[in-house]
């Protein structure tokens, strides 16, 4: 059975409003919140078509809250950076006095004994806000609004456009072969497919087939590769700041001709060879994990190495074949 690996690309994104929701978030900068009429209720946050119908709304907004009461919660024990508060929280359904439907937000208790269904909470507002959901920092139990700090006030011009993080998760089938590739990595071994019609050799395995003679390639078409080469081409990557960037100061990553092939391994990491010293020509050897303590690296697009770190300089004279800034693949 075909196994999979599951993926998460997360990316910062900006998205403009309309007239309804961007009406919303520039009421939160003000303190206040809004509803759309849909028939006889009145929908928070407030939307363009009704969720139910698909009919579109008269754009009818009514104040609603600020003060609700909670309808159900879960409680977040273990908070990570993506979650509004820093300490353990609870999500709940608030349904805001002149809601019918509730919003979904954080109370902040402090404790799980101290939250129950029925509870009536009210917003605590940012004393900085920029029209965004989070203005509101957490509801807390009561019913009076509370500022943290000093209020600084709305910013006072229309809020159009709201920065957020877009995730895309997707699924990739792991041929066989890729995981023999990684497990060859833990025996400090590289392999590759050779074609035994074009005699083309394929590394990685994480694409079992020959394109050119459209052949697939099974375990009998393995070889092992060398553990030497010479780079070919770079890339030194300026880290910008974005969420989940690790990476502070500028990396390369380089592109590796292993001796006496035509294989070449592309965006590898380097180790012990500084940006400013990455040439083409540079001889380079494999640097592998202890074998008592295997790891998951990956390529700069994402191609499983296993235990292979990268490649570091072996001390040999450079290469000075002119035609090596062409070997890219
Ligand atoms: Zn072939």
Same mark, same amino acid.
């Given at each position: 059975?075909?196994?999979?690996?599951? $993926?998460?690309?997360?990316?910062?994104?900006?998205?403009?409003?309309?007239?309804?929701?961007?009406?919303?978030?520039?009421?939160?900068?003000?303190?206040?919140?809004?509803?759309?009429?849909?028939?006889?209720?009145?929908?928070?946050?407030?939307?363009?078509?009704?969720?139910?119908?698909?009919?579109?709304?008269?754009?009818?907004?009514?104040?609603?809250?600020?003060?609700?009461?909670?309808?159900?919660?879960?409680?977040?024990?273990?908070?990570?950076?993506?979650?509004?508060?820093?300490?353990?929280?609870?999500?709940?359904?608030?349904?805001?006095?002149?809601? $019918?439907?509730?919003?979904?937000?954080?109370?902040?208790?402090?404790?799980?004994?101290?939250?129950?269904?029925?509870?009536?909470?009210?917003?605590?507002?940012?004393?900085?806000?920029?029209?965004?959901? /989070?203005?509101?920092?957490?509801?807390?139990?009561?019913? =009076?609004? %509370?500022?943290?700090?000093?209020?600084?006030?709305?910013?006072? %011009?229309?809020?159009?456009?709201?920065?957020?993080?877009?995730?895309?998760?997707? $699924?990739?089938?792991?041929?066989?072969?890729?995981?023999?590739?990684?497990?060859? /990595?833990? !025996?400090?071994?590289?392999?590759?497919?050779?074609?035994?019609?074009?005699?083309?050799?394929?590394?990685?395995?994480?694409?079992?087939?020959?394109?050119?003679?459209?052949?697939?390639?099974?375990?009998?078409?393995?070889?092992?590769?060398?553990?030497?080469?010479?780079?070919?081409?770079?890339?030194?990557?300026?880290?910008?700041?974005?969420?989940?960037?690790?990476?502070?100061?500028?990396?390369?990553?380089?592109?590796?001709?292993?001796?006496?092939? !035509?294989?070449?391994?592309?965006?590898?990491?380097?180790? =012990?060879?500084?940006?400013?010293?990455?040439?083409?020509?540079?001889?380079?050897?494999?640097?592998?994990?202890?074998?008592?303590?295997?790891?998951?690296?990956?390529?700069?697009?994402?191609?499983?190495?296993?235990?292979?770190?990268?490649?570091?300089?072996?001390?040999?004279?450079?290469?000075?074949?002119?035609?090596?800034?062409?070997?890219?693949?």
């Amino acid at each position: 059975m075909t196994r999979f690996v599951e $993926s998460t690309i997360t990316f910062p994104y900006k998205r403009s409003l309309g007239p309804v929701t961007g009406a919303f978030m520039t009421a939160l900068a003000d303190k206040r919140i809004l509803g759309v009429r849909s028939g006889s209720g009145v929908l928070v946050p407030p939307m363009e078509w009704d969720p139910v119908s698909g009919a579109e709304l008269a754009a009818e907004l009514v104040e609603v809250g600020p003060a609700g009461t909670v309808e159900a919660w879960t409680w977040v024990p273990e908070p990570t950076e993506a979650h509004p508060l820093d300490r353990p929280f609870a999500f709940a359904f608030i349904r805001l006095d002149g809601a $019918s439907v509730p919003l979904l937000h954080a109370v902040d208790t402090g404790s799980p004994a101290a939250v129950r269904a029925g509870m009536r909470v009210a917003p605590r507002w940012r004393g900085r806000r920029v029209g965004h959901i /989070t203005d509101i920092a957490c509801f807390v139990p009561g019913e =009076d609004a %509370q500022v943290d700090g000093p209020d600084a006030g709305a910013p006072g %011009q229309p809020v159009e456009l709201m920065d957020y993080t877009a995730a895309v998760t997707y $699924s990739t089938p792991v041929p066989e072969m890729a995981d023999r590739a990684v497990a060859a /990595t833990r !025996e400090r071994r590289l392999v590759g497919l050779r074609c035994p019609t074009c005699e083309r050799v394929y590394v990685g395995g994480d694409r079992p087939y020959c394109p050119v003679d459209a052949l697939e390639l099974g375990p009998d078409a393995e070889v092992d590769l060398p553990t030497t080469g010479t780079l070919t081409n770079f890339i030194v990557v300026e880290p910008v700041r974005y969420p989940g960037q690790t990476e502070t100061e500028p990396f390369a990553r380089v592109f590796v001709l292993l001796d006496d092939t !035509e294989v070449v391994l592309t965006y590898q990491p380097v180790i =012990d060879l500084p940006v400013h010293d990455i040439h083409v020509g540079v001889r380079v050897t494999a640097v592998w994990a202890p074998a008592d303590a295997p790891v998951d690296t990956f390529s700069g697009i994402g191609r499983p190495m296993g235990s292979l770190l990268g490649w570091t300089p072996s001390g040999e004279p450079d290469a000075h074949d002119p035609d090596l800034v062409n070997r890219i693949y």
